[in-house]
C-alpha cells in the first residue's frame, strides 16, 4: 500500500462505528489492517442495503482495505494466535467495555507486556475512572449527556439527535489522531503507550468550543451558547421554489447583501453596527433575511451571492450529493470491486498528501467478506502457517 502510513500494522478489534471509522481512517492512509471479528461478525454487516448477508452499506462504506479474521476469542488457540499477532502489529484498536478487553487479554498492561513498542488504542464510553467509568455508551446516549441532542432540540425544534452517528465518528477520529501521534512519539522514544479515548469528553470538548459563552470565564459571566449557533433562524432558508443555504457573517457580507437589497441603512443603527451588536440582535437579521430570500428563486439567488461574494449553497438531499459536479470532477466517489460481490461506490480519503498520496479507493483492497483475511493473517505470520493453527482460525 501507499501513503503516509504505509507499512504500518494495525489490529483491529473493534465493531460498530466508532473504531471501524477510526481504523478507517488509518487504513485510507496505507496502514496494514486485521480486523479481529467474533464468530457471525461485525453487527455492521447485516445494516443497510446488501447485494448478499454479511455484506450490508454500513459495513462496506468504512471496512475496505482490512482483512477480516473471524476468530472465537474465547477458545485457548486463539489467544496464542492473538499474542502472535500482537507481537507482529504497531497498533491495536478496540471500542469494548474495559472489563471485557481485560478478560480477554486485551487491556493495555497484558498487550505492551507481550510488544512494549504497541500503540494500544481503546475507545471508550465514559473512561476508566470518574463516576460514569465502565458505563455502556452509544451514539445516541453521548449525543444525549454531551449537550448535543439539546442543541438540536433548540429554537422550538422538535427534540431529535443529529440524524448521523457524529459523536461515534468524531471518536474514531480523535482516536485515529491519537495514534498517529503516539507513533510519532514511538518514533523518537522506541518506546510504545496506552492510548484512551472516551467518547463522552471526546464530544463535550467537540460541542462547547464555540458554545462555552460566558462560562468560559472564573467567575462566569454568563450563561453558556453562542447566539448566532443557537438562533431559530438559523436554518436552510425557502426561496421562490425550494431553499437554500446562506452565511451572512461578518460585515462586508452584510453591506454587500443589505445594499443589494436596499437595506444598507441598517448597518447604521446602533444595534447592528458592530459584530457584538449583529450577535446581540441576530435574530432581527436573520428574519429579515428569510423574508427577503422568498421573492427570487435558488439558483437566481445562487448566482447573486456568487456575484457579490456571500458563502451560499443549495439545500442538496444524499441523492443530489452523490451526482455533484465538483465531487464527480475530483473523482471523490470511486468503484472499489470485490471478486465476488460486484462493484462498491467508496469516498476516497479528503485530505490530500503532496509527497505520500494515499491510494485511492479504485486501488484499494475491497472489504472482506467474514474470515476472508487469512491471507493477511500469514503474511504477518511471516507467510508459515503454524501447526495447530488452522484449527482456530
Not at 481512517?25 to 448478499?52: F, N, Y
Not at 459495513?59 to 475496505?64: C, E, G, I, K, Q
Amino acid at each position: 500500500m501507499s501513503g503516509p502510513l504505509a507499512g504500518v500494522r494495525v489490529l483491529d478489534f473493534s465493531t460498530t462505528f466508532s473504531g471501524p471509522y477510526c481504523t478507517h481512517q488509518l487504513a485510507d492512509l496505507g496502514a496494514e489492517v486485521i480486523k479481529v471479528e467474533s464468530p457471525g461478525g461485525d453487527i455492521t454487516r447485516g445494516l443497510g442495503t446488501a447485494r448478499s448477508p454479511g455484506m450490508a452499506s454500513v459495513y462496506v462504506a468504512s471496512n475496505r482495505n482490512k482483512a477480516s479474521l473471524e476468530l472465537d476469542l474465547k477458545r485457548p488457540g486463539s489467544r496464542e494466535l492473538v499474542r502472535s499477532l500482537i507481537e507482529r502489529a504497531d497498533c491495536l484498536v478496540h471500542n469494548m467495555r474495559l472489563g471485557a478487553a481485560r478478560r480477554l487479554g486485551l487491556d493495555p498492561e497484558t498487550a505492551l507486556a507481550v510488544n512494549p513498542r504497541l500503540v494500544h488504542a481503546a475507545i471508550t464510553g465514559f473512561g476508566s475512572d470518574g463516576p460514569y467509568a465502565g458505563r455502556p455508551a452509544y451514539d445516541d446516549t453521548v449525543q444525549a449527556a454531551s449537550g448535543l441532542a439539546w442543541l438540536q432540540s433548540l429554537g422550538g425544534r422538535d427534540e431529535a439527535y443529529m440524524a448521523t452517528a457524529v459523536a461515534d465518528k468524531v471518536a474514531g477520529l480523535a482516536a485515529a489522531q491519537a495514534v498517529i501521534a503516539a507513533l510519532f512519539w514511538r518514533e523518537r522514544t522506541g518506546r510504545g503507550q496506552a492510548v484512551e479515548v472516551p467518547m463522552y469528553e471526546t464530544v463535550v470538548a467537540f460541542t462547547l468550543m464555540e458554545q462555552w459563552g460566558g462560562r468560559a470565564f472564573v467567575p462566569p459571566l454568563g450563561p453558556t451558547g453562542y447566539a448566532r449557533m443557537r438562533s431559530a433562524h438559523r436554518r436552510p432558508y425557502r426561496t421562490a421554489d425550494g431553499l437554500i443555504s446562506v452565511v451572512v457573517y461578518h460585515e462586508g457580507h452584510w453591506r454587500r447583501f443589505l445594499e443589494f437589497t436596499g437595506h444598507a441603512d441598517l448597518l447604521d443603527e446602533e444595534r447592528f453596527r458592530t459584530v457584538e451588536a449583529r450577535n446581540a440582535n441576530i435574530d432581527e437579521l436573520y428574519a429579515l433575511l428569510a423574508r427577503l430570500l422568498t421573492r427570487r428563486t435558488t439558483a437566481d439567488w445562487l448566482k447573486i451571492f456568487d456575484e457579490i461574494d456571500v458563502p451560499a449553497m443549495p439545500v442538496r438531499t444524499l441523492d443530489e450529493v452523490l451526482d455533484d459536479e465538483h465531487l464527480r470532477a475530483v473523482r471523490f466517489f470511486q468503484e472499489v470491486t470485490h471478486p465476488e460481490e460486484g462493484a462498491f461506490l467508496a469516498a476516497r480519503h479528503a485530505t490530500r498528501f503532496s509527497a505520500s498520496p494515499p491510494a485511492p479507493p479504485s486501488e484499494q483492497a475491497p472489504p472482506d467478506r467474514l474470515g476472508d483475511g487469512r491471507d493477511a493473517v500469514r503474511r504477518w505470520l511471516d507467510d508459515r502457517p503454524r501447526a495447530g493453527r488452522e484449527e482456530t482460525w
